[in-house]
């Protein structure tokens, strides 16, 4: 448990929200680091935030940049993570009290805890409730405005698949590959000397990277990406999930070798195959027959007005009435004709706040009101089977695949263009 607790509050002190909690040392007097927007980040919030991260990365023997540099790549998170707020109230995204305690009743559930249990484990490693809360808000703004902005607006073409499929069968699309990377983002307008500049930074750590300095602290002291913190390790992934731009560089790389700089729309890259394995692809796959009741969110019907009326058609099913029924009196989406009924689903074939919704259901279960990029579902699964991959399922399961690699990319230049369009004055970079 102690062990679940220390990862989860590192990744969430990577990319949590930024606290006003004071040191229990006695601080400096403060001053602003940087302003974003109409708010600003003062460096008691940075030193805070950055302290929590150093004694998490000391503890797993983590090798440093110096601390200046650490401190910059921190203050560059922080300002992402405050544009992407701002632009989330700017646009009328929240998460809600109510969301926020179904998401901590799963959390405590996944760790075999009730809530008061998990409340008392956090607090014992040292962790405050309130201030894990808002962080746990946080995490679920981001995620719900990448669906948003990013996700549901992916376009997958059938001759893309059919290309996939193709690359796939003469590569033997058995393989996966773990990859580590540094991100030097671009501005999108960014003018010849600043590229340059970029580019003699991004020829610095290759060289670095080239002639035997630890990887992972290369990418804490020089990548722009969100996971420069955590080494810059992107999994074990096959190449269909790897950006374009990756997937086309790690079969040529050997084991631990590192690439030569990069160039994409992004910024410049440098990639390192940290290991390469081979992989048997999944012969089944398990698929869930489901039904639900949607209500859209839109200008005309709040958050809470959704919310309340699922609320009471969820009790009275609870009650004894028909699901389909009430599917077809109230349910705004196409499945309401035959009952909310959407057939046998496989993996990937609905938006992810569905999905995982679905997937924590038994058959017969129904969930509470739950939310996405759509509006508010009532969600029911009727039974789940195994079924042998076929040639349909080969295209959905590419499909998947191909919007994953094209996610990563796309939501790169998305937060590329929203830290554009935000006003940030680092005053760290002026000193």
């Known amino acids: 448990m102690t062990r679940f607790l220390t990862a989860l509050c590192l990744l969430l002190s990577l990319f949590a929200l930024p606290t006003k909690t004071v040191l229990a040392e006695t601080q400096d ?5 940087a302003v974003v927007g ?8 940075l030193k ?26 921190m203050l560059e998170r922080m300002i992402m993570e405050r544009a992407q707020f701002a632009y989330a109230k700017e646009s009328g995204l929240r998460i809600d009290d109510a969301q926020l305690e179904q998401a901590l009743g799963r959390i405590a559930a996944g760790n075999n805890l009730s809530p008061a249990q998990f409340r008392s484990a956090l607090e014992k490693d040292g962790v405050s409730y309130a201030q894990f809360r808002e962080e746990i808000r946080g995490e679920m703004t981001m995620a ?14 059938e001759g893309e698949i059919d290309n996939y499929l ?9 393989e996966e590959y773990q990859l580590a990377h540094i991100l030097l983002r671009a501005p999108e307008s960014a003018s010849p000397e600043q590229l340059q500049k970029l580019r003699l930074r991004g020829e610095q750590a290759l060289a670095k990277a080239r002639g035997g300095d630890n990887f992972a602290e290369l990418t804490a002291a020089y990548s722009d990406a969100p996971d420069a913190l955590q080494g810059g390790n992107l999994g074990w992934r096959p190449l269909s999930r790897l950006p374009q731009l990756y997937a086309e560089i790690a079969g040529r790389l050997g084991e631990g070798e ?55 058609v969820r009790e009275r099913i609870v009650n004894g009435q028909d699901f389909a029924e009430q599917a077809r009196l109230y349910s705004q989406d196409g499945s309401a004709a035959k009952g909310g009924d959407l057939g046998w689903l496989n993996p990937g074939d609905t938006v992810p706040e569905f999905e995982r919704a679905m997937n924590a259901l038994k058959p017969g279960e129904l969930s509470e009101v739950v939310q996405s990029p759509f509006g508010m579902h009532l969600i029911q699964v009727i039974e789940r089977r195994e079924k042998d991959v076929s040639a349909e399922r080969q295209r959905t399961v590419a499909r998947q695949a191909i919007r994953e690699r094209k996610l990563d990319e796309a939501y790169q230049d998305w937060l590329r263009q929203l830290r554009d369009r935000t006003y940030v004055e680092n005053r760290l970079e002026q000193q």
Do not use: C, M, W
């Open 144 to 157: 719900r405005l990448r669906e948003r902005e990013v996700e549901s607006k992916l376009v997958v073409s």
């Open 29 to 33: 007097a403060d001053f602003i680091v």
């Open 48 to 73: 805070s935030r950055l302290a929590g991260v150093l004694r998490q990365l000391e503890k797993q023997g983590t090798p440093l940049p110096p601390q200046d540099v650490l401190e910059r790549q």
């Open 166 to 174: 193709a690359n796939q069968t003469a590569s033997g699309g058995n």
């Open 38 to 45: 109409d708010g600003v980040i003062t460096h008691n919030e």
């Open 258 to 312: 590192v690439s030569d700089l990069l160039r994409s729309s992004a910024g410049f890259h440098i990639v390192k195959l940290l290991g390469k394995r081979g992989g048997n692809g999944p012969v089944s796959i398990q698929q869930t027959h489901a039904r639900h009741i949607l209500i859209r969110v839109n200008e005309v019907t709040s958050e809470s007005e959704a919310k309340h009326k699922l609320d009471i």
